[in-house]
């Protein structure tokens, strides 16, 4: 894998990675969501093309990894917390909250930064508003979708496609033409054909042997996230009894354990030794230690 302008730094890529630690005592900590449908299916290739796994959800397994993470985070001070728009993150903070002692005060913020890298069926979704209307300020955790809003609104992509804006491996007006063939599916309410859409994209990635957004633009996604909460939390970054909470996905986990510096929109995989998180695993990340 070719790589240019790497942190020299020797052990950032070993057991004493200075980037993230398995323990909860500072500040931003990462939470990856719990087992989908998806991750059970032993099918490679096919699995991530079958438009059954849109926007996937998690196995019962699933479910009861996210409850267990009750007797970590009840003893946690939750500052905040972002999730990524994806169904399985919700799910996941759901049932890890539903008993936590400070539930009424706490905000879980969907944040488009912290989604995961589109390269196959379930980083898709379908149909967000379902996705609003069981999780929002009324529900019994308070999900705020405002950060979200405003960044559709400041794309030119359908927030059911807000991941267009990512795509960075792909010719711009075939992307475009692609985004308004499915937007209009989703508009005329023919989510059979979207269904069959969004799974020809799928393949398209498998043809071109890329993912739809590429590492390099990852981690300009991932740094903007780091500036945001800098930016957010100025007044707080000290406090490591208040923690911020991130519930992500795989890639976006490795992104913020792996600081090489891509410089190549071809660049499909990560460091070796990049964080590879299992299903509801916490770890904390060393930004502001």
């Avoid at 995961?116 to 979704?125: A, F, H, K, R």
């Avoid at 379908?126 to 009324?138: A, H, Q």
């Avoid at 559709?152 to 927030?159: C, L, T």
């Amino acid at each position: 894998m070719e790589k240019s302008n790497i942190n020299k730094v020797d052990n950032i890529y070993n057991i004493n990675n200075p980037y993230y630690s398995k323990d909860t005592k500072g500040k931003l900590l990462f939470l990856r969501h719990g087992e989908t449908f998806f991750n059970l299916d032993p099918h490679k290739t096919s699995k991530k093309t079958n438009s059954k796994y849109i926007d996937c959800k998690l196995t019962p397994k699933g479910i009861e990894q996210a409850k267990s993470l009750q007797k970590i985070l009840n003893k946690l001070s939750i500052e905040k917390i972002y999730i990524s728009p994806m169904y399985r993150a919700f799910q996941t903070i759901f049932y890890a909250l539903e008993n936590h002692p400070n539930l009424s005060k706490i905000r879980v913020i969907v944040h488009p930064l912290v989604n995961e890298v589109t390269s196959c069926i379930q980083d898709y979704l379908l149909d967000i508003k379902k996705t609003k209307s069981e999780f929002n300020m009324n529900s019994k955790i308070k999900f705020d979708w405002s950060i979200f809003d405003a960044y559709v609104r400041s794309i030119k992509y359908d927030e059911n496609f807000y991941y267009f804006d990512n795509f960075d491996c792909f010719e711009k007006n075939k992307k475009f033409e692609m985004y308004q063939k499915l937007k209009h599916l989703y508009e005329i309410n023919d989510f059979v054909a979207l269904e069959k859409g969004l799974s020809e994209m799928a393949v398209i990635r498998y043809q071109q042997n890329k993912r739809f957004e590429s590492l390099k633009h990852l981690q300009k996604r991932f740094n903007k996230f780091l500036e945001f909460v800098k930016e957010k939390h100025k007044n707080t970054l000290d406090n490591k009894e208040d923690k911020i909470l991130v519930v992500t996905h795989t890639s976006f986990i490795k992104c913020a354990t792996d600081r090489t510096e891509y410089d190549s929109e071809d660049i499909q995989n990560f460091h070796p030794n990049a964080f590879s998180s299992k299903n509801c695993e916490i770890i904390l990340c060393n930004y502001f230690q």
